[in-house]
């Protein structure tokens, strides 16, 4: 509890409901700026929800396959989502998606799970089985004009942010820099 009294009392936390949307595992929170809404994924369900809270409405957009994030482009109005396939470009409004590459074409049993944007503009991506249950798993990084490169593998669950990325089941790594 020190952690939280460092200034003498505990902050003020005000909680709300934002709307009855049941998720089996909801994922990857963004907030879209140039929209305006809240972004998540339900991996399982296939599915992104955006909740637009100036209207206090949730959209839901389902998807052909599962779906592990969603990251907004900079330039356009576009999204870039991590589809259990590959990477795909999604425009909302109409509704397409676009496949961009799949970083393991042969490796059915795995998906995108979890992926950060840095500042230039690359999509650090992670795959995981999607029984979650071997560290067949790997660290990719799509870049801007399309390519991908392999930067690490032996994962069972990757999640991470920034530079360093860790395996959630892992007990031998705890966490990886790349």
Known sequence: ??????????????????????????????????????????VLKCSIYEWIPARSE???YLLPEMVGWIIECRSNNHFVVGLRTGFAE??????QIKPLASPEPDHQPTRLNDAKADAR?????????IAADEPIGSLYR?????TIALLDSGYTIPNGRRSVT??????????RAV
């Open 1 to 42: 509890m020190k952690a939280f009294r460092r200034h003498g009392r505990r902050p003020e936390r005000s909680w709300a409901v934002l709307g009855d949307t049941r998720t089996a595992l909801g994922e990857g929170p963004l907030w879209s700026q140039r929209r305006g809404s809240l972004f998540w994924v339900d």
């Open 58 to 60: 949730t959209r839901h």
């Open 90 to 95: 999604l425009t909302l409004q109409p509704f």
């Open 121 to 129: 503009g690359s999509i650090l991506a992670g795959t995981m089985p």
């Open 142 to 146: 799509l870049d801007p004009d399309g």
């Open 166 to 175: 860790t395996d959630a089941c892992s007990t031998t790594r705890t966490a």
